[in-house]
């Protein structure tokens, strides 16, 4: 593979090199890339929302097993779901990216390929960034930007009592695929320290667990979730994405609206090989869905009476219930036991 020194072309000439050919496609976008700043102009009737995420290699992503290409992906698509869990709609995206000397410029031609995939599937403008030099690993910075009319914004606080809890997609096989992938990572590193030539190292069996590497390599922000809901006419009256697992954002939303909720176990959603691999590696299928995180689901709640509405749309699943504040946060297990649930979801700063 051809290696190019960042270097040959320096901060500057790496961005231009980057980002030449993006062409700005929002008529919020009024300036990009190329000045101090970038401009953008929202109409008045329009709620601007803003996010920013920092991914750090060796606490947010492995580069022995994640691609560059996928992790551009990730990294907007992280963002990008900030935007859709407030019900608006992202336009605008800022990247900033800190790198070591291991790093070549092929390398963040493949990350940006990655994010720029992301960002045309979504309709987003890149619109600024920077780049500077980094003593230990790799680390990211995105900021994107969206909106939303002033009616429809979402926050966490919103939910109510007799509320329906409900989630998009299925949970807990990002969760998987990251075992799946460190389980290789480890098979790996110990043939290496066998002295194991490369031609003799046993490759990694992936066949049957596609769809578990998908999810965690290549997550899907829920666009589609947000245009039925609308299409449906019914506004959530809380709602966040699922990056740190159900039961810790389930509690987000629970501890901000005041209120309690009840979850029942068997209507979590789940795919069939997020319980084969569960499984597999002995652990509990629901402890998983309830604190893996990194699904990007969207988990909501809305009235009562949406009940109907929401049966009817595709890849959407009600879980459960909002309750008074005083009945407390609980999961309903399968043989009808209730226990008390506890947000042992993804912590980055244990």
Request: hydrophobic share 40%; charged share 25%; with cysteine.
């Amino acid at each position: 593979m051809q290696r190019t020194e960042i270097a040959t072309l320096g901060e500057f000439g790496l961005i231009k090199h980057l980002t030449e050919n993006i062409e700005l496609k929002n008529e919020s976008s009024k300036y990009g890339i190329g000045d101090d700043c970038a401009v953008m102009q929202y109409p008045a009737e329009k709620q601007v929302l803003v996010t920013t995420d920092l991914l750090m290699e060796g606490v947010h992503f492995d580069l022995t097993y994640v691609p560059l290409k996928h992790l551009g992906y990730k990294a907007a698509m992280v963002n990008l779901s900030d935007i859709y869990a407030m019900n608006g709609t992202p336009r605008q995206m800022v990247v900033s990216i800190a790198l070591s000397k291991r790093f070549c410029i092929e390398d963040m031609e493949a990350f940006y390929d990655g994010l720029k995939l992301a960002c045309e599937n979504h309709g987003v403008d890149i619109v600024g960034g920077d780049t500077t030099s980094s003593l230990t690993g790799l680390a990211i910075s995105i900021t994107c930007i969206g909106d939303a009319d002033k009616d429809k914004v979402v926050y966490r606080n919103g939910a109510h009592d007799t509320d329906l809890i409900c989630v998009s997609g299925d949970l807990g096989a990002a969760y998987m695929g990251l075992q799946l992938l460190e389980r290789e990572k480890r098979v790996f590193q110990s043939q290496k320290q066998e002295g194991t030539a490369a031609e003799d190292m046993a490759q990694p069996d992936f066949a049957g667990k596609e769809y578990l590497l998908e999810r965690q390599l290549k997550p899907e922000a829920r666009k589609d979730i947000i245009e039925k809901l609308a299409a449906a006419g019914i506004k959530p009256t809380a709602m966040m994405d699922i990056s740190d697992g159900l039961s810790s954002e389930l509690l987000h939303i629970c501890t901000q609206s005041g209120v309690g909720c009840r979850v029942y176990e068997e209507r979590i959603p789940l795919d069939y090989q997020t319980a084969v691999m569960a499984e597999e590696l002995n652990m509990n299928v629901t402890t998983c869905a309830l604190n893996g995180g990194e699904d990007y689901e969207l988990l909501f709640t809305v009235p009562i009476g949406c009940h109907e509405q929401i049966e009817q749309i595709e890849g959407i699943k009600m879980i459960g219930h909002i309750t008074k504040k005083d009945l407390g946060c609980a999961l309903i297990t399968r043989d009808g036991n209730e226990f008390e649930l506890k947000a042992q979801g993804w912590n980055p700063l244990k």
